[in-house]
């Protein structure tokens, strides 16, 4: 019995511990100050053998302790399914639908030259904006160095976080940001676009010249950076990215989708089955206001984010493209419609 009891106890000192260690700042329960402190000084080993200045290595790492609130965030993910309505309310909103518009017509001169350079409707890196960030009122309060070297160091995804940590380390080192000002989600996403390090380095843009790409405080090199990541993703701006859609009664919709979900995104597995409007209309399916289907005979896909018997979607190569950005379904159709809905549809 004292085997038991002295057990419980010890799990009972644990759990106090991570409680008391919750705090933002703290370090993170399971790795000691110590532990941290060897595995720190290995990245910074490592980022002298990259070529990242001593100086950027020392501002960055000095002092760096492991954020608890990052583990638990890491944790204690939603596993829950959200339903379309639910989560068109929270992200498309009526307020976000306004306030689109007023930022629409705000920057309209900078998104046109943004949209005719890379070829994306100017609505889209709006509803980007919007959905992302709030237009730029949420980037998130941790430093982008801090929590990708907890996560790093924490091993569930060490791998992964690690490089993304050498590709916070290299932005600082070219200078584009100051340690301090590298805020971002408690994931490391970053700035206005909540783009990853990794995404910085492939697609931002220093679209107003000054030599830096920011997606901190600039606009410019906001809006672009969002577009040049939609043009190299596949985007087109002759199409739109599908639309709302009324199937017909004892439509078997199951039947079209694939029995095997492929490899990768799990989003992409509504997207296997491609047919033509023409094809689609053959079949009964009509517009939402039970319509006939545009004349352009696009290649699309039948896309249902609640499963059949919910809201049906026709969706083309640009939803695609928008999964790239983030591979959820409700993720691509909310930014579709909010992009509708600020151009007045």
């Given at each position: 019995?004292?085997?038991f009891?002295a057990?419980?106890?010890?799990k009972?000192?644990?759990?106090?511990?991570v409680?008391?260690?919750?705090?933002?700042g703290?370090?993170?329960?399971g790795?000691?100050?110590t532990?941290?402190?060897?595995?720190?000084?290995?990245?910074?080993?490592?980022g002298?053998?990259?070529?990242i200045?001593?100086?950027?290595?020392?501002?960055?790492?000095?002092?760096l302790?492991p954020?608890?609130?990052?583990?638990?965030?890491?944790?204690h993910?939603?596993?829950?399914?959200?339903?379309?309505?639910?989560?068109?309310?929270?992200?498309?909103?009526?307020?976000?639908?306004?306030?689109?518009?007023?930022?629409?017509?705000?920057?309209?001169?900078?998104?046109?030259?943004?949209?005719?350079k890379?070829?994306?409707?100017?609505?889209?890196?709006?509803?980007?904006?919007g959905?992302?960030?709030g237009?730029?009122?949420?980037t998130?309060?941790?430093?982008?160095?801090?929590?990708?070297a907890?996560?790093?160091?924490?091993?569930?995804r060490?791998?992964?976080f690690?490089?993304?940590?050498?590709?916070?380390?290299?932005?600082?080192?070219?200078?584009h940001?100051?340690?301090?000002a590298?805020k971002?989600?408690?994931?490391?996403?970053?700035g206005?676009?909540q783009?990853m390090?990794?995404?910085f380095?492939?697609f931002?843009?220093d679209?107003d010249?000054?030599?830096?790409?920011?997606?901190?405080?600039?606009?410019?090199?906001?809006?672009?950076?969002?577009?040049?990541?939609?043009?190299?993703?596949?985007?087109?701006d002759?199409?739109?990215?599908?639309?709302?859609?009324?199937?017909p009664?004892?439509?078997?919709?199951?039947?079209?989708?694939?029995?095997k979900?492929?490899?990768?995104?799990?989003?992409?597995?509504h997207?296997?089955?491609?047919?033509?409007l023409s094809?689609?209309?053959?079949l009964?399916?009509?517009?939402?206001?039970?319509?006939?289907?545009?004349?352009?005979?696009?290649?699309?896909s039948?896309v249902?984010?609640d499963?059949?018997?919910?809201t049906?979607?026709l969706?083309?190569?640009?939803?695609?493209a928008?999964?790239?950005?983030?591979?959820?379904?409700?993720?691509?159709?909310?930014?579709?419609?909010?992009?509708?809905?600020i151009?007045?549809?």
């Amino acid at each position: 019995m004292m085997i038991f009891e002295a057990q419980r106890r010890l799990k009972l000192l644990a759990a106090v511990t991570v409680l008391l260690f919750a705090g933002l700042g703290a370090p993170a329960p399971g790795a000691t100050e110590t532990d941290f402190a060897t595995w720190l000084k290995g990245v910074y080993e490592e980022g002298l053998e990259r070529g990242i200045s001593k100086a950027t290595l020392d501002a960055a790492l000095t002092g760096l302790t492991p954020i608890a609130r990052v583990i638990e965030h890491d944790r204690h993910q939603p596993e829950f399914t959200m339903t379309l309505k639910k989560y068109l309310a929270n992200m498309v909103p009526p307020s976000r639908v306004e306030k689109g518009k007023r930022k629409f017509s705000e920057h309209r001169d900078l998104l046109r030259r943004v949209g005719a350079k890379f070829g994306v409707q100017p609505r889209f890196i709006v509803a980007l904006w919007g959905i992302e960030s709030g237009f730029g009122r949420h980037t998130g309060g941790y430093s982008v160095v801090a929590a990708l070297a907890t996560l790093a160091h924490d091993g569930r995804r060490g791998a992964y976080f690690r490089k993304e940590l050498f590709n916070a380390l290299l932005i600082l080192d070219q200078g584009h940001i100051s340690v301090a000002a590298m805020k971002g989600s408690w994931a490391g996403a970053m700035g206005q676009s909540q783009f990853m390090p990794s995404s910085f380095l492939n697609f931002a843009v220093d679209f107003d010249g000054d030599g830096r790409r920011d997606i901190w405080d600039t606009e410019a090199d906001v809006f672009a950076s969002a577009a040049n990541y939609l043009k190299r993703s596949g985007w087109r701006d002759d199409q739109t990215w599908g639309r709302e859609v009324k199937l017909p009664r004892g439509f078997d919709a199951a039947a079209l989708m694939p029995s095997k979900r492929p490899k990768g995104c799990r989003a992409l597995k509504h997207l296997t089955v491609r047919k033509r409007l023409s094809e689609w209309q053959r079949l009964g399916v009509r517009r939402a206001d039970g319509g006939a289907l545009p004349r352009p005979d696009l290649a699309a896909s039948l896309v249902l984010p609640d499963g059949p018997g919910g809201t049906a979607f026709l969706v083309y190569d640009n939803f695609r493209a928008a999964l790239k950005w983030n591979c959820s379904i409700l993720f691509a159709t909310a930014v579709g419609l909010l992009a509708d809905r600020i151009k007045g549809g």
